[in-house]
C-alpha cells in the first residue's frame, strides 16, 4: 500500500513539473543566464519609496505569470507596513534588513536578516521593512505585482500627484 502510495505521489510531481516546464519557463530548451555584471539597475516601481534601484530577471512583475526581480535598498530604506495580493518569496542577496510583522512599524521587533536570509510571505499578510545597510532583496512571485499601504500616507504613489 505504501509503495502505491508513493509511485502516485511520484507520478504527480513529475506531472507537476512537466507542466511547470512548459507554461512557465517556456518551451523546452529555453533558459535564461543574467550575470551580476549585466544586471541594468534602474528606478524602482513607484510603488516602494524613493531611492531604491530595481533589476527584473525574470518574467514582467507587471503581467501574468512567474516573475523575478531585485531591489536595491541604500542605508536606512523603509517600506512602511503593507501587503501584497499573491505570495511572495523573498531573499536577503546582500546586506541586512530587518523584516517586522503587523500594522505598525516596529524597528525594534522587526527579525535581523543577513544576507542569505529567506522568508516567504502569504497574501495579505501586513509587514514592513528597514535596511540597517545597503542591502539587496530578491522577489519572486506570480504577476501582476501589487502593494497596498496600510495607512495610504505612505503610499509613495499619493505623494507625487
Do not use: C
Request: hydrophobic share 40%.
Amino acid at each position: 500500500m505504501q509503495r502505491r502510495h508513493l509511485l502516485y505521489v511520484a507520478a504527480i510531481v513529475v506531472v507537476g513539473l512537466a507542466a511547470l516546464s512548459g507554461s512557465a519557463l517556456g518551451q523546452a530548451g529555453e533558459h535564461k543566464l543574467i550575470t551580476p555584471q549585466e544586471m541594468q539597475w534602474g528606478s524602482a516601481p513607484p510603488s516602494v519609496p524613493p531611492g531604491a534601484q530595481a533589476t527584473v530577471l525574470y518574467g514582467d512583475p507587471a503581467k501574468d505569470g512567474l516573475f523575478a526581480f531585485r531591489l536595491k535598498l541604500p542605508s536606512g530604506y523603509h517600506i512602511a507596513p503593507h501587503t501584497h495580493p499573491k505570495p511572495e518569496v523573498v531573499t536577503v542577496i546582500s546586506g541586512t534588513v530587518r523584516l517586522g510583522m503587523g500594522e505598525a512599524a516596529d524597528r525594534g521587533k522587526a527579525q535581523v536578516l543577513p544576507a542569505g536570509s529567506f522568508f516567504a510571505l502569504s497574501p495579505g499578510l501586513a509587514h514592513y521593512l528597514f535596511a540597517d545597510e545597503e542591502s539587496v532583496v530578491q522577489i519572486n512571485s506570480t504577476g501582476p505585482w501589487g502593494i497596498s499601504y496600510l495607512n495610504p500616507k505612505d503610499d509613495p504613489r499619493a505623494k507625487t500627484q
